[in-house]
């Protein structure tokens, strides 16, 4: 399985972007779960969103409440995420991640996850 990440850029605060994952050499149905991480400078990669497959379930960091919507598209083999009301706190390497099995209880450890994609960068700045 090959992630694809894009959709970044530099906007400033308080606009809007839609970054997007595309998945080749797997269906997303057959995908356990698709999440995406995001990594601040001189910060470790942390957990924003997942979204698993098969039941349709997000899971949403508590930072991401309310703000970041993710979604999929089976026509496109796409997985997008759609951030509103950027923060500069927001700004960093968006990244894309996916593994075959749903991890019950610790989809959030970046560890887990067997398939990512090469990340995008946000920037959040006037």
């Known amino acids: 399985v090959q992630l694809q990440a894009s959709g970044g850029g530099l906007v400033q605060p308080g606009g809007s972007l839609r970054l997007s994952c595309a998945a080749s050499?797997?269906?997303?149905?057959?995908?356990?779960?698709m999440s995406w991480f995001r990594q601040a400078p001189g910060k470790e990669r942390e957990f924003v969103v997942g979204l698993r497959l098969g039941l349709g379930r997000t899971y949403y960091s508590d930072s991401a409440q309310g703000r970041f919507t993710i979604s999929r598209d089976n026509a496109k083999n796409t997985v997008h995420l759609q951030i509103d009301s950027l923060k500069p706190e927001d700004t960093g390497v968006y990244f894309c991640?996916?593994?075959?099995?749903?991890?019950?209880?610790?989809?959030?450890?970046?560890?887990?996850?067997?398939?990512w994609g090469q990340g995008t960068l946000v920037t959040v700045s006037s």
């Open positions: 991640a996916a593994r075959n099995a749903f991890p019950v209880g610790i989809y959030n450890r970046a560890d887990i996850y067997t398939f």
């Open positions: 050499g797997r269906t997303l149905s057959a995908l356990g779960i």
